[in-house]
């Protein structure tokens, strides 16, 4: 069965420190990976999405990034992180082509101080 | 571009009352609708989703919902709520073909009172 992982599960970062979020899928092969941020009392946005290695597509214009350095492998990451960018961020997986439904990871809490 | 919309941020039922959860999409073509369910700082879970035929379908937890193309619409549904249905319901809709991206709504915050 297929698993997803994302760690930390919560992070406490000063403004202008640098981020990196990690994500992995276990028992698949070629997903399509995504993340999402949720801010307080708000619904999810996609921040961008990977169909391949190397291959990001970017939803939001930020001060984030995403790298996908292995297939089953998603980097969010930031230079200098801001205040508007605590939240919390779901790494989510698809199985592409045949399967249109995507399978969320538990979570990383952010809190930018 | 499709688009999804849950028109109750919030809603407050009994325990053992029926529940209706609303949600309209807009796409042009026949959609991919998903509900998912999120706990207090947990990641999502689906409960269930559409994509062809019966237009009525069941999910995990009790729940069931039911696909009106006339009314644009997607309901979650559950005839007899429990303590544990607390949490943030996320409709979701996805384009039939070609298209990587799911599109959220705003979710609904289910309170359970006794």
């Known amino acids: 069965s297929q698993t997803i992982h994302q760690w930390p599960a919560t992070l406490v970062q000063p403004v202008g420190s640098p981020l990196s979020l990690e994500c992995t899928v276990e028992g698949t092969s070629n997903p399509n990976l995504y993340w999402y941020r949720q801010a307080a009392g708000r619904g999810l946005q996609l921040l961008f999405y990977s169909v391949g290695i190397g291959q990001i597509s970017s939803e939001v214009p930020q001060n984030l990034s995403a790298s996908r350095p292995q297939d089953r492998q998603f980097i969010l990451s930031s230079k200098k992180l801001l205040l508007s960018d605590s939240g919390f961020y779901l790494c989510?997986?698809?199985?592409?082509?045949?399967?249109?439904?995507?399978?969320f990871g538990p979570g990383t809490r952010l809190l930018v101080l | 571009a499709q688009s999804v919309t849950q028109p109750d941020i919030h809603i407050t039922v009994s325990e053992g009352a029926s529940l209706e959860l609303r949600c309209n999409y807009s796409y042009g073509a026949t959609p991919y609708l998903f509900w998912y369910v999120q706990s207090p700082g947990q990641g999502l879970q689906l409960l269930l989703k559409?994509?062809?035929?019966?237009?009525l379908v069941q999910g995990i937890k009790g729940f069931e919902a039911e696909f009106k193309r006339s009314q644009s619409s997607f309901n979650l549904r559950k005839p007899s709520v429990h303590w544990s249905d607390a949490a943030e319901y996320f409709c979701?809709?996805?384009?039939?073909?070609?298209?990587?991206?799911?599109?959220f709504g705003t979710g609904t915050r289910l309170t359970i009172i006794p």
């Open positions: 979701a809709v996805g384009a039939n073909f070609g298209n990587e991206k799911l599109t």
């Open positions: 559409y994509f062809s035929g019966d237009t």
């Open positions: 989510a997986w698809r199985q592409s082509p045949d399967q249109e439904t995507q399978y």
